[in-house]
């Protein structure tokens, strides 16, 4: 099924097309409270216009957030 309907559907149709050009590949759904880091900083994406790069250490909110999913 295409999901270029949806607002980011391309990505996921992309991903799936570069995997197909590899020799692996394999795609595994992680549900959002598998991953909150993942879903932070897809979110903080969105809401952002800048690009932000981080070496060494994330922002305190982020870190706070990887460490929870550590934890589980």
Known sequence: MRRSSTLFGHIPDECKRLGATLRFCEFKHVRREGNRLA???????????????????????LDVVFQSDLIQ
């Open 39 to 61: 879903h932070s900083l897809a979110r903080r994406a969105i809401l952002s216009a800048d690009m932000d790069v981080w070496v060494e250490s994330l922002p305190s909110d």
